[in-house]
Each structure stands twice: as structure tokens, then as C-alpha cells.
């Protein structure tokens, strides 16, 4: 009974070894296609203490001002639920963030505490098709002038419209491998 398990497992390891060079061996490529992802950060603007926990950036390429800021980020990109741009009255756009339950949080805390300093807004994403490198940019730098409670916030960056809708869009799927990760 052992020979013949023997003599069916030499046949069986021939028959596949003749079929595998009748069609050679074939590896099939399938493409997987990423979706474009980006990143978003808000600092805080702080006054240099002399450390390099701190230091100046530069904001707004048409009109250029520094600010001096945290190097550590209070908010990621991993805390963000959802962005879109939308327009406003004047007939530009805007960025809308929609933060999760621990960036809500966070945004309150930090708008509640420093009223009437700055926060700046870095963001990397993979440019447009024609510029289709990873690019890294300060896109504003907005005052805080209230409690931000609701976890919304919208600011003007400094891009063009096209580079803030992939900005928007590499932010949504980021946040949407988060929830698949972290429901």
C-alpha cells in the first residue's frame, strides 16, 4: 500500500512538472493602484525660546511672512474625518477640515487656550500629473479668534484650486485606511 502512495506521488510530481514546462512558468503581474495619499499638520505659533523645539517658517508665497512655531504638530493628518474644498462669497475657495473625535478635542483645547496666535497649516501631497513629484508647502497661517468646538475648521490655503482638491482628496483616503484600521 506504501508503494503504490509512493509510485501515485512520483507520477503526480512528473504529470505537473510536464505541464509546468509544456506552458513554462508564467508569473502574472497584477497592478495594484494606490490611491494618492496626503499629509496635513497644524502647528502651533509660539514665541523662540532659543531651543530647536521652535523656529521660524516662512507663509504665503505671493506676500511672504515668518512665523515662529512648535516644530511638533498639536493635529495630523491622522486626525482628520474628512476634507473638501468649497467656495466662498467672494467667488474663491476655501479648505474645509472635518477632525475625528480626538482631533475635536484637540483643536478645542488648543484654540480655548491660545486665542490670538497663530496656527500653521504644512501640508505634503503628490503634486498634479504633470508635476507628479511629492511636494511639501505651508499652506496659511490663520489667527485663532474663538473656540473652535465642532471640530470644523476652514482656511484660504496658498494653492492653486487644483493642487487643494488633491490635497482634499489625498487627505480622504487617508482617513478612510484609518477608519478601515481603527473602526
Known amino acids: 500500500m506504501l508503494i503504490a502512495a509512493t509510485r501515485f506521488n512520483i507520477y503526480l510530481t512528473l504529470l505537473l512538472a510536464l505541464i509546468g514546462l ?3 512558468c508564467q508569473t502574472v503581474k497584477t497592478e495594484i493602484k494606490k490611491e494618492p495619499t496626503s499629509g496635513l499638520q ?3 505659533e509660539v514665541n523662540p525660546d532659543g531651543t530647536d523645539k ?26 482628520i474625518a474628512k476634507a ?11 479648505m474645509f477640515v472635518q477632525f475625528n473625535r480626538q482631533g ?21 501631497f503628490t503634486g498634479t500629473e504633470e508635476n507628479a513629484k511629492r ?3 505651508w499652506l ?19 494653492a492653486r484650486r487644483e493642487e487643494a482638491e488633491t ?17
Open 22 to 24: 509544456g506552458t513554462g
Open 42 to 44: 497644524f502647528h502651533l
Open 54 to 79: 521652535n523656529g521660524p517658517v516662512t507663509i504665503n508665497r505671493a506676500t511672504p511672512f515668518q512665523v515662529n512655531i512648535e516644530r511638533h504638530p498639536f493635529l495630523t493628518e491622522y486626525q
Open 84 to 94: 473638501a474644498v468649497v467656495d466662498d462669497a467672494l467667488g474663491g475657495f476655501r
Open 104 to 124: 475635536t478635542w484637540l483643536l478645542e483645547q488648543y484654540t480655548t487656550a491660545h486665542k490670538g496666535k497663530r496656527i500653521a497649516i504644512f501640508t505634503h
Open 135 to 137: 511636494e511639501g508647502r
Open 140 to 158: 496659511a497661517a490663520p489667527v485663532i479668534t474663538r473656540r473652535v468646538r465642532e471640530g470644523d475648521f476652514t482656511f484660504t490655503p496658498d
Open 167 to 183: 490635497i482634499a482628496t489625498g487627505l480622504n483616503n487617508l482617513a478612510k485606511k484609518e477608519q478601515k484600521h481603527n473602526p
